[in-house]
């Protein structure tokens, strides 16, 4: 009940948060284009700003968020999850005050230092808190339902930019993400993973007990893992045909507090699923990167969205991924399993762009988003997935690791697609095809997708092999 109470103020956090954030979405790309262009409906200069933006931001979030997951496994999540919510909260301030050129270029700087903090952060250290209050089993299910609380939060916040002046926008979406940092601090328990059961089957990052080749900083912390009567039995049917109890096992934890290169290379080599899981973030990653610098601009400048339009487009997108993540995926993930969800959601995913790519009339990016229905899938099953293959002490690394990877993709996507997005777009381009771009966005969903079905779940037994091969 307490672990219930505990997500559910984290859940509040979350919506909140989102909300804030994503009031400002509709609103942004018509704020930087009158900023920059007025009176203009394609901007490069507008695309390639957002496309160094997104670059810059992921150069920073590849260094903190695996700083930041590391830190919360000793610190705890709330304690690291203060910091980049209240960063958060700055540019939102200044354009809710004025929204001329050059307060969006002081929006534009503040916006680019503090996302680099808070970016992937957030994201990773939420999800690493519901990993520590969340057995196995339930797992993906659990982060679908985070995803789906933040889908709804992107539903309310995009239905409420519908109706509301840009200037009100900002206004609303500054006081609602400093509302979710008051909350969160009086609120939401501190989750200290040393404190939960640590009952998972693959804990990478720790090793039997030895006093041997440690490093200077390292914290041992000795931790006894007694194997409950379900989990015995299952252990009997595999491996203890005799009848015996597995005997206890002491393990110890090397908790550095700065991961270096070398130990998220390390992560990334030691579990061949957790290796071919952020295979697929990564190109997941740089297509989601496409589609936020480029598709806006796309429809802004094929058939001349404004505030309004796109606020519909993105509140069909919501409410279709709301009901997919919170009534479908928890239905559906324990039948087909995460591995087939993440496959069909990239597929899907794939299919949307391609679609969307050859948009001939304005119904047709309105009726794609019926694809998002089962794209949701691939998100909260891939960090499913990274999971599984860490202990509880160990959530933070595990998605401070992959936020990492998501978070490289970011800074090589705009190198890709903005350039793209900016020759197709003007008058220069080599063929008459806008949505270019987007197709491309497409093959890299279907690599993404190719790279899955290569994933397979890792049997108990293999878990417990692969637990005793660690990090120092």
């Not at 992937?120 to 985070?146: H, K, M, P, Q, W």
């Not at 796309?298 to 009534?327: M, P």
């Not at 997935?385 to 090589?412: L, P, T």
């Not at 903005?418 to 987007?438: C, R």
Request: with cysteine.
């Amino acid at each position: 009940m307490e672990k219930l109470r505990s997500l559910n103020h984290l859940f509040v956090t979350v919506f909140l948060s989102v909300f804030g954030g994503s009031m400002v979405v509709p609103a942004i790309t018509d704020v930087t284009m009158s900023a920059l262009c007025p009176g203009k409906d394609e901007c490069s200069l507008a695309i390639y700003l957002t496309g160094f933006q997104q670059a810059i931001i992921g150069l920073g979030t590849v260094v903190m968020s695996p700083l930041m997951g590391n830190l919360s496994d000793k610190y705890g999540r709330k304690s690291l999850l203060t910091l980049p919510m209240t960063l958060s909260i700055i540019p939102q301030v200044i354009l809710a005050f004025k929204r001329t050129t050059n307060y969006f270029y002081a929006y534009f700087v503040l916006r680019t230092i503090t996302a680099m903090v808070a970016g992937g952060s957030i994201e990773c250290l939420t999800l690493a808190y519901v990993a520590d209050n969340i057995g196995e089993r339930e797992r993906a299910s659990a982060f679908g339902i985070l995803a789906g609380v933040r889908s709804a939060a992107f539903v309310c916040g995009t239905l409420a930019a519908r109706f509301l002046s840009t200037s009100s926008t900002f206004q609303v979406a500054a006081l609602a993400t400093m509302i979710a940092t008051v909350y969160m601090r009086v609120f939401l328990e501190e989750s200290l993973p040393y404190h939960v059961d640590h009952n998972l089957t693959q804990p990478i990052l720790i090793k039997a007990s030895s006093t041997d080749d440690h490093e200077p900083g390292d914290q041992d912390i000795t931790v006894n893992i007694v194997d409950d009567h379900e989990e015995e039995e299952e252990e009997d049917d595999h491996h203890h045909h005799d009848g015996q109890t597995p005997p206890k096992k002491t393990m110890q934890v090397s908790n550095k507090k700065f991961p270096s290169l070398q130990d998220i290379i390390s992560l990334l080599t030691t579990s061949k699923t957790f290796s071919q899981a952020a295979i697929v973030s990564f190109f997941q990653s740089l297509a989601d990167g496409g589609i936020d610098a480029t598709l806006l601009y796309f429809l802004k400048a094929r058939f001349h969205f404004n505030k309004n339009q796109f606020a519909d487009l993105l509140l069909i997108i919501g409410i279709t991924g709301t009901i997919s993540q919170l009534l479908l995926m928890p239905l559906v993930a324990p039948v087909l399993g995460e591995e087939k969800l993440l496959s069909i959601g990239l597929l899907v995913g794939s299919a949307n762009m391609f679609v969307q790519s050859i948009s001939w009339s304005v119904w047709v990016p309105y009726a794609a988003t019926l694809f998002s229905a089962f794209a949701v899938f691939a998100y909260p099953t891939i960090r499913s997935i990274a999971s599984k293959q860490f202990a509880s002490s160990e959530q933070g690394k595990a998605q401070g690791c992959i936020s990492g990877v998501s978070s490289f993709a970011n800074i090589v996507s705009p190198l890709i697609f903005s350039p793209l997005t900016a020759l197709f777009l003007s008058e220069g381009a080599p063929i008459h095809f806008p949505g270019f771009t987007l197709m491309c966005i497409g093959i890299a969903l279907m690599i993404a997708f190719i790279q899955s079905t290569m994933i397979k779940a890792v049997p108990a037994a293999l878990n417990q092999k692969i637990g005793d091969n660690c990090l120092e």
